[in-house]
Each structure stands twice: as structure tokens, then as C-alpha cells.
């Protein structure tokens, strides 16, 4: 399900940070389009890896991103498929379950991030929705804690990352809907299985989407408070 297919129920919508720009993103062989809002000074850059069948436009990630900002956090939020490529997985959804892909890109978007032609951050974290979620976690166990500050998973598929799971240092915070049974019980599984500090935030009465009132702001508000402890302030 696309997050972009929900109207978002919150009261408080942040706006638009005025000092964000359009970038393109160097992945192999293609370019990604993304928008960037660098950290205030001293603060942590955090990279959203968007779930399946969303696109750097979810509405839910926007709120999250301008929550991020106002708390002093830098945001990345980026495309991980091109244009074409979204075309195409509309018709059988394939490219949105290759979570190696969609790690790779990840991999890739963050080096990009902390070089230092693009200020480099004094530290990156990772927010993933549903299977950006297990796609930020491969990342993370590829790239190590002195890469990946922290890791943050809405709503996710984080039993996706499989073995990877084991391998993951970085601090992760599991924020799911109470009332989202089956990805709830994936998310306990996958907790399990995690030997790094970690977390799990259950916001009661939520479901897939986190589309009732209050829900997608305590979201934020925990996943806001995981990057302050582990990412910041520098």
C-alpha cells in the first residue's frame, strides 16, 4: 500500500524547510532524484528509506522529516527507484521487494551524503517505512555504527533484512501500530533477532498507515527522541 494514498489526519503539518534543495544522487549506473535540508550546525543528517510503492513525496515521511527539522536534524529524503523504474514496478511490484537493491542504493545515497562536498554531517541516521525499513537495516550492517548512528523503523518489514539482522550495531527503534497484528508479530520476530541496543515503540490504537489522530505524531515524537539520544547534539 502506498503512503502516499492517505490523507494525512494531523493537526500540526510542518511546513517546508525553506533552506531544502533538489539534489541527484549517484547510485551505479543511474541518478535519484532527492531533496535535501542540510542539518542546523553541529546536528546529525537523517536518510529516509521509503516504503514500498512510495516515493520521496510520502506525505508521512514529509511530516516526519519536518518534525526532524525542527528539532535541528538535517533530512534526505530521496527516490530509491527512477522514474522508469517506478513505471514498471506498477505493474508487478518487483523492484520494491529487492530489498538488496534497494539497500545498495541506500549504501550508495549515504556515502554520498557524508562526503564532504555536501557539508558531511557529524552524523547519519536511517528512518525506513515498511520495506525501506529492512532495506535501512542491510545498510546499516553493511556500513557499521560508525556510519549509521541509529536506526528508526515505521511500520516496517524489518523480517526482510533477514540474516542482516544479526549483523546490525546501530541503536534501532521499532515504532509500530498497535493494531497492525500481522506486522506487529513480524516486528517482534525481527526484534528478537537484533544484538544491537534496540527498542521497539508500540503506539497503541494505530494500524498500518498510522492514519488515526495523534498516531503519526508520536511516531515522530519517538523517532525524534531515538536520533537525540544516539545522533545528537554533536
Not at 521497539?200 to 498510522?210: D, E, Q, R
Request: proline share 6%.
Amino acid at each position: 500500500m502506498k503512503d502516499s494514498s492517505v490523507r494525512l489526519d494531523e493537526t500540526r503539518a510542518p511546513s517546508a524547510h525553506p533552506a531544502g534543495r533538489a539534489v541527484r544522487i549517484p547510485v551505479g549506473p543511474v541518478s535519484l532524484d532527492g531533496d535535501l535540508v542540510p542539518p542546523s550546525e553541529g546536528g546529525a543528517l537523517v536518510v529516509f528509506a521509503h516504503g514500498s510503492g512510495s516515493s520521496r513525496h510520502s506525505p508521512r515521511n514529509r511530516f516526519v522529516a519536518g518534525r526532524l527539522q525542527e528539532a535541528g536534524f538535517g533530512t534526505l529524503l530521496f527516490d530509491l527507484l527512477t522514474r522508469g523504474e517506478e513505471i514498471e514496478d506498477e505493474f508487478d511490484g518487483h523492484l520494491r521487494f529487492d530489498i538488496s537493491l534497494l539497500a545498495w542504493r541506500l549504501h550508495l545515497a549515504t556515502l554520498w551524503a557524508a562526503d564532504p562536498a555536501h557539508g558531511r554531517p557529524p552524523g547519519i541516521g536511517y528512518f525506513g517505512a515498511s520495506t525501506g525499513a529492512a532495506a535501512a537495516l542491510v545498510a546499516a550492517a553493511r556500513l557499521g555504527g560508525s556510519a549509521v548512528g541509529a536506526v528508526v523503523c515505521r511500520g516496517g518489514r524489518p523480517d526482510l533484512a533477514g540474516a542482516a539482522l544479526g549483523a546490525v550495531v546501530s541503536p534501532t527503534l521499532l515504532i509500530v501500530g498497535g493494531n497492525d497484528a500481522d506486522v506487529l508479530k513480524l516486528n517482534r520476530e525481527a526484534f528478537g533477532q537484533l544484538a544491537c541496543r534496540k527498542k521497539m515503540s508500540i503506539v497503541k490504537g494505530a494500524t498500518h498507515l498510522f492514519e488515526e489522530p495523534g498516531a503519526l505524531d508520536e511516531a515522530a515524537s519517538a523517532a525524534t527522541a531515538w536520533f537525540r539520544l544516539h545522533l545528537g547534539p554533536h
